[in-house]
């Protein structure tokens, strides 16, 4: 069974840094589009950030632009460095793949792997 595992997560100080992992099961994830996605408490999960399979194209919402920086390695690892966090980045960030050759990579419905989440606390 292919999974996804997110590790790294904590809490934090506002103006801190976090790097959160996302490990793939198979190394056939390295042909699929990542992205991470949160959901912060009484919220809808909402789009990160996500990268292309040959990690030439990244894409980062609008609320985490230059703060945070999505990678990947030449295997079955997928990273977001997070920086300069702030109180309203706390949320449970989410690891996601998707096997699909089209669609949204913003959109939730894209993606068709995922992962158990890892909690982000950032105290002001």
């Known amino acids: 069974q292919v999974q996804l595992v997110e590790s790294g997560g904590g809490l934090v100080q506002a103006g801190g840094s976090l790097r959160l992992s996302c490990a793939a099961s198979?190394?056939?994830?390295?042909?699929?589009?990542m992205g991470w996605f949160r959901q912060a408490p009484g919220k809808e999960r909402e789009f990160v950030s996500a990268?292309?399979?040959?990690?030439?194209?990244t894409y980062y919402a609008d609320s985490v632009k230059g703060r945070f920086t999505i990678s990947r390695d030449n295997n079955n690892m997928a990273y977001l460095q997070m920086n300069s966090l702030k109180p309203e980045d706390t949320a449970v960030y989410y690891c996601?793949?998707?096997?699909?050759?089209?669609?949204?990579?913003?959109?939730?419905?894209?993606?068709?792997?995922w992962g158990q989440g890892t909690r982000v606390t950032v105290s002001s």
């Open positions: 990268i292309s399979r040959s990690a030439g194209a």
């Open positions: 996601a793949a998707s096997s699909r050759l089209a669609g949204n990579y913003r959109e939730l419905n894209r993606y068709n792997y």
């Open positions: 198979e190394r056939t994830f390295s042909n699929y589009l």
